[in-house]
């Protein structure tokens, strides 16, 4: 038997390979130490009716050793039968932190290798795979996820999921699964506003709660995925999670290599709230250098002008936005030409010169003189039908021929997989930011392929368009923030359409979603701070009544909401008021002072949006300060004429005997008040929203 132990900050993670050799299973996941002992995952008894493959915790296995309970990958050679069955041929070496262990099937021609790498000062491990064509004949894969990972659930699984729609993303989900099997996925090409691909699992018999044991996996893919999670008869859940290729077989040529992406393995001793912070450091540290960039206070023009974008307006809303304190002006979609709507367009990218009678340059000048960044938005895999750019290139979009091309919002899709359109793109994108002084670049996506063809060219083998796509998107980004690295982007797919662990990777902070409704938008950003950081959720103030949530909310309360996250303004700033700009003009500079706090703190989820006061903690990297956002999210009617006593939130992660300072009122409280009686909020129907800091004293 050969066994290994992977270590992250707080666990660790053993996997044998048991003397048959057949596959590689897991002894033991858990918080470190938890390997010292016989396995939780070790099966006993007889398999009547299924293989001992069935049964076994096993991290990787394709159909055919494993017949019967779901294989993570089916393997054909053209024309021949379904399955493989492969012998264990030994760890390879790693650099760094990791485990390769390879498996070998000699009579098909593959080599499968389980590849584990651990993220240090995390408790994250990655896991992929790379499957090699070792024979003389090409491979056919209807199946090739990521990896499986195996958790005891004796009480049977409950699974927590994000799921939504557009301008509902991110909505946290539970369900409890006995037996059989729960499925998510999206086949929209991205990985879609319906389900992230994200889940989290815990043992139902342990009562939900801040020291409930809690897995989790993130897959880190732009393109279309599934993950599913199915209970067996010996109560083990097995998650498995993979891309989901749009031909259904992907080719696998003799002598070549193909690498899934990444899965993400977290886990955390401390719930839910404990795996979101585990989540959050690992994006903070994937983010590098670049994630410690001050976020700036960006105002963006979307709301208040829509498509009717033209210099005047634009600046009149800028010198409005410099006044009250933002940074960083972002004009989105309606700046070039041929776009008084969005049935025309894209494509060409030129800036609209009837709306910008001076030129584009000395626009963004004249930004840049009020003390602003400039930032815009490109659609660069969007392309119109009355577009120069589908004139010239017809067969650059997806389209099977013969076949009318499906249009949503009035557009058409580029195949970004092709190389002279992934040039091309690129080129344009690079020469806009080397023409322009832009330090931040809105990336959307506003629909997803239809008829996913590649007209023109006939395919002599099987294509892989999606993972085409995925790659040069990723290929793209990597490139522009080579070359300007100053520049910031925003991931952003008509709201939260793209938004998993790998564009999260690339990009500097994502547009959860198109609704900026405050009651509303903070259900999302409760889902969405469960999977990802702070420092990467952009949030806008926008007006009341907004598009989506016309419930009354005060500007306090909108701005809480949007500062938790990365603060944006979206209102149309030109009608507010002098107070309403004073009052904007207070917050913005509270959220400067404490960004650094928000976005790098430890996040304590306080309650959820569905109770009558919830709240989100951010406790500084030193210990020096606690951070408290809190919102009465319940009734407004009646406060305070009604005879009750003030909401309390109780806060986590603090030192019982420490005294802790509300800077805005003075008032002291021991840590272990806070944490057994919790912090008063006293709403009011003018004050239904708080940002409260905390001092160590
Ligand atoms: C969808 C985005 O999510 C919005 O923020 C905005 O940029 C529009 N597209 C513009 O068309």
Redesign the pocket.
């Known amino acids: 038997m050969n066994r290994w132990t992977l270590r992250t900050a707080n666990t660790s993670y053993t996997v044998e390979v048991p003397d048959h050799g057949r596959w590689a299973e897991l002894s033991a996941w858990g918080p470190r130490g938890v390997e010292d002992g016989p396995s939780p995952l070790a099966g006993h008894g007889r398999t009547p009716f299924r293989t001992a493959a069935d049964a076994a915790p096993a991290e990787y296995l394709p159909f055919g050793l494993r017949p019967f309970g779901g294989a993570e990958l089916d393997v054909r050679r053209p024309g021949g039968e379904r399955g493989s069955w492969w012998q264990f041929a030994g760890e390879q070496p790693t650099e760094g932190a990791g485990l390769r262990l390879a498996f070998l099937d000699d009579l098909l021609g593959l080599e499968a290798v389980l590849c584990y790498e651990t993220v240090p000062d995390t408790d994250v491990i990655r896991r992929w795979v790379e499957l090699t064509g070792v024979g003389a004949d090409d491979l056919l894969l209807a199946r090739l996820d990521s990896a499986a990972v195996n958790i005891p659930v004796p009480g049977g699984a409950r699974l927590t999921y994000l799921v939504g729609q557009w301008v509902q993303e991110f909505q946290l989900k539970h369900i409890q699964v006995e037996r059989g099997t729960f499925a998510i996925g999206s086949t929209q090409g991205v990985s879609g506003h319906e389900y992230a691909p994200w889940i989290a699992a815990q043992d139902a018999a342990q009562p939900a709660g801040p020291a409930t044991p809690t897995w989790g996996i993130s897959l880190a893919w732009s393109g279309s995925w599934h993950i599913d999670a199915s209970v067996d008869s010996g109560r083990l859940l097995r998650l498995r999670a993979g891309r989901e290729p749009h031909e259904g077989e992907v080719l696998l040529p003799a002598g070549g290599t193909l690498i899934t992406p990444q899965l993400l393995l977290a886990f955390s001793a401390e719930g839910l709230g404990g795996l979101a912070r585990v989540w959050h450091t690992h994006e903070r540290l994937e983010s590098g250098p670049r994630g410690r960039r001050p976020r700036p206070v960006l105002y963006n023009s ?1 709301e208040a002008t829509g498509f009717a974008v033209e210099q005047d307006g634009q600046l009149e809303l800028a010198r409005t936005a410099a006044a009250i304190g933002a940074e960083l002006f972002v004009v ?2 309606g700046w070039f030409a041929n776009r008084p709507d ?1 049935t025309s367009g894209l494509g060409d990218w030129e800036p609209d010169r009837d709306a910008f009678p001076d030129g584009f340059g000395a626009f963004i000048g004249r930004i840049r003189d009020l003390g602003l960044d400039f930032g815009l ?1 490109v659609e660069p895999e969007a392309v119109s039908p009355g577009s120069r750019l589908l004139a010239d290139h017809p067969d650059w979009i997806y389209r099977v021929e013969g076949r009318p091309a499906t249009l949503i919002r009035n557009q058409l899709l580029l195949n970004l997989g092709r190389d002279d359109v992934r040039k091309h793109v690129l080129t344009w994108l690079d020469k806009l930011l080397h023409d322009y002084p832009i330090s931040y670049l ?1 990336w ?1 996506m ?1 629909r997803p392929p239809t008829e996913r063809g590649r007209p023109v060219s006939p395919l002599p083998r099987p294509a892989d368009l999606d993972a085409a796509h995925v790659a040069n998107y990723h290929h793209i980004l990597a490139a522009l923030r080579t070359g300007h690295p100053h520049v910031m982007i925003e991931g ?1 797919a ?2 939260g359409g793209r938004a998993d662990a790998a564009a999260i990777a690339a990009t500097d902070v994502v ?1 959860p979603s ?1 609704n900026t409704g405050p009651q509303d938008r903070l259900t999302i950003q409760h889902g969405f701070l469960h999977a990802h950081s702070p420092h990467v959720m952009s949030s806008w103030v926008t007006d009341s009544t907004g598009f989506f949530d016309t419930r009354p909310r005060s500007p306090r309360f909108r701005f809480v909401t949007a500062m938790a996250g990365v603060l944006g303004i979206g209102a149309d700033i030109r009608a507010w008021t002098v107070e309403q700009r004073a009052e904007a003009a207070r917050w913005i500079t509270w959220y400067k002072k404490w960004r650094a706090t928000i976005h790098h703190g430890a996040v304590h989820l306080l309650g959820a949006p569905s109770d009558d006061t919830c709240g989100v903690q951010y406790s500084a990297p030193d210990g020096s300060h606690e951070i408290v956002l809190a919102w009465n999210s319940g009734l407004l009617n009646g406060l305070p004429l009604l005879p009750g006593r003030p909401n309390r939130l109780r806060l986590h992660g603090l030192e019982p005997a420490a005294r802790y300072q509300d800077e805005a009122t003075g008032s002291t409280y021991s840590g272990a008040h806070l944490l057994h009686a919790g912090l008063p909020c006293a709403w009011r129907t003018d004050f239904d929203a708080d940002a409260v800091v905390l001092r160590r004293c």
Do not use: E, S
């Open positions: 979307w989105d979609d969005d938005w809105k959307d506003n952003c008509g709201g547009w198109d």
